[in-house]
């Protein structure tokens, strides 16, 4: 068991983990579980988040105060958002090509489709909304008997307080000035910044702030501050790879202890993975086509020194870590030590373009909106027009900027992206039994794009250590 490696240890126990579940719930020992076994998953996730944002933090200033060139750090800075908005939009784009072209919403039963319609064009008329295609269903004498039925739906799906509570922050999100992202990202209190693992943005900008004055004052006057923070930066990197050594046990616990949170009998536990199967599948295979065609397509193009197997051997614990953790941020220290020690990115580059990739590049997230947002018009018998899928490419890019690297966010700026073209966001209550189970996939998405980005990064700028790279 010790010659394996980490990877093939964090498979064994994502596995076990599963099948533990499944007779957890059949034996009836879900409140063990929550109680004995759950709380080591949370030790897990807490130690990998306390990690992170220091790791981040003295990283970010290590990798810019280290860089030959001052000027560098504006064209680095350039490359980089310009290539995680593209592979954004790429993914984007691909989840629209496939709910399309499949139409996974057209799967549910026909009865059911036109109680939803008439539920939506009750929503839409008690709200002023305008009904987005020439349908009118509501009126019709023919579906008379079930508009009760579709308004008793209406009014559950309206007094569901975890959709309520969404809906208000995505409301408080949108009506804030256009400009206050950028706000958002200047600190007003750095200590309280560090103290809040959600305000990643915030640390970054002070990070890169810090190094760049690292960079203009001469290196006599910073010479032994630098080494601290250099120091620091190990130190943080030596307790990723001691947390890593018990990381198969951790990702066990974990997952057991999802499991029996979302489920309490085996039927359940199947169910989950059954729940909205049309959809879960087509999400699925636009995650899986990133994870597998287009990223190690784009390495093999542009860094033809790694193989197809070897890119996913190398970077393979960081995306058994994202399925199991669900966040970007608790996997990043992970994520920069496969990209440096095993990819061979030249740690000042990896320093700075990771960090920055777990906060802003959101592929998966952004392409489970897209999905997802067309999945629930479909199923509620609504057309929506080449320019409202537009609209939604744009919103769910920019809203994928602003999502926070945990769990389930998504969620909250895809009631953007739905009231963006007019629908209903309460919609979201549909997939929330799934939800979970998809935002671990789609998390393995955002990750493999960070290394992905990362690597390109370093063989444009000559960073990228050959030697590495190919064994």
Avoid at 54 to 63: A, H, T
Wanted: proline share 4%; aromatic share 8%; charged share 15%.
């Amino acid at each position: 068991m010790k010659k394996l490696p980490l990877h093939t240890k964090i498979i064994i126990g994502l596995i076990l983990g599963i099948i533990y579940a499944l007779f957890n719930s059949y034996m009836g020992w879900n409140e063990f579980t929550r109680d004995w076994i759950a709380p080591f998953g949370d030790i897990f996730l807490r130690l990998l988040k306390f990690i992170a944002v220091p790791l981040v933090l003295f990283s970010i200033i290590s990798g810019v105060a280290s860089l030959p060139d001052p000027s560098k750090l504006g064209r680095l800075g350039a490359k980089t958002i310009a290539a995680y908005i593209i592979t954004t939009v790429l993914s984007v784009t691909i989840g629209l090509l496939l709910v399309n072209t499949l139409r996974p919403g057209d799967y549910i039963a026909e009865e059911q489709r036109i109680k939803n319609r008439i539920k939506y064009e009750l929503w839409a008329e008690q709200n002023g909304e305008a009904i987005l295609d020439d349908k009118h269903l509501l009126h019709d004498p023919q579906f008379a008997e079930l508009v009760a039925e579709a308004r008793a739906a209406l009014e559950a799906e309206q007094s569901n307080e975890e959709v309520q509570q969404r809906v208000a922050v995505a409301q408080q999100q949108k009506s804030q000035s256009p400009l206050q992202f950028v706000v958002d990202m200047v600190p007003d209190n750095i200590f309280s910044a560090l103290s809040d693992g959600k305000k990643m943005l915030q640390v970054i900008f002070f990070g890169i702030f810090f190094g760049i004055m690292l960079l203009l004052l001469p290196r006599e006057k910073t010479g032994s501050l630098q080494q601290v923070i250099e120091g620091a930066n190990e130190v943080f990197l030596k307790m990723v790879e001691v947390v890593m050594n018990a990381a198969p046990f951790f990702v066990f616990a974990l997952m057991a202890g999802v499991m029996a949170s979302l489920a309490e009998t085996p039927g359940e536990v199947i169910e989950i993975f059954k729940g909205l199967l049309s959809y879960s599948l087509v999400l699925v295979l636009g995650l899986g086509l990133m994870i597998f065609v287009v990223y190690p397509g784009i390495i093999r193009i542009f860094v033809p020194e790694i193989s197809y197997t070897g890119f996913f051997r190398k970077i393979s614990p960081a995306q058994f870590l994202a399925f199991s953790t669900s966040s970007s941020a608790a996997t990043l220290p992970v994520t920069m030590e496969c990209v440096h020690d095993n990819i061979g990115v030249k740690s000042h580059i990896s320093n700075f373009v990771l960090p920055i990739g777990a906060t802003i590049n959101m592929d998966g997230t952004s392409m489970y909106q897209a999905i997802a947002v067309v999945f629930l018009a479909q199923m509620h018998m609504v057309d929506l027009t080449i320019g409202q899928q537009l609209t939604i490419v744009l919103t769910a890019t920019l809203a994928s900027i602003g999502a926070a690297a945990v769990p389930s966010a998504g969620l909250v700026m895809m009631i953007i992206v739905l009231q963006s073209v007019g629908l209903n966001p309460a919609w979201i209550a549909i997939i929330f039994p799934v939800d979970r189970i998809l935002d671990m996939c789609r998390t393995v998405v955002n990750v493999t794009g960070d290394a992905t980005v990362s690597t390109l990064i370093a063989r444009s700028e000559g960073d990228l250590d050959l030697e590495i790279a190919r064994s």
